[in-house]
């Protein structure tokens, strides 16, 4: 049986957005553009990985990646892209704790997006 990792709730303070790219007009040059729409907000906490876990992933395409930690939400897997400040990621990984524990988390590895890929 897995050890159930636990958290206090005051790891958890920074928020996120889960949102979708959406099709907008520029009103400057009159030009559609994908702009991010924000629609659920989440509070997470963000992941260190060990150094061996960040040599391990050199030359791969999960190099230039984070992990973060919420608590356990349908939305994990309903989203693409979050937005953290003013930075938009995509989400590459889910690792989704869906057992029936009291308190669960879903790990997201996430990597910083310029739009739509």
């Not at 050890?3 to 907008?24: A, C, I, L, M």
């Not at 996430?110 to 739509?116: A, L, P």
Request: charged share 25%.
């Amino acid at each position: 049986m897995q050890k159930q990792v636990r958290y206090s709730p005051s790891d958890f303070n920074k928020f996120f957005w889960f949102g979708t790219f959406e099709s907008k007009v520029n009103p400057n040059t009159g030009v559609i553009i994908p702009a991010f729409v924000e629609k659920e907000k989440m509070h997470y906490k963000p992941q260190r990985k060990t150094v061996t876990q960040r040599y391990a992933l050199i030359g791969t395409d999960l190099e230039n990646t984070s992990i973060i930690v919420i608590r356990h939400s349908k939305l994990s897997d309903t989203y693409q892209y979050l937005k953290i400040g003013d930075k938009t990621y995509k989400i590459i990984d889910y690792s989704i704790d869906d057992s029936n524990h009291y308190m669960t988390y879903d790990f997201l590895t996430i990597k910083e997006s310029k739009g739509v890929n």
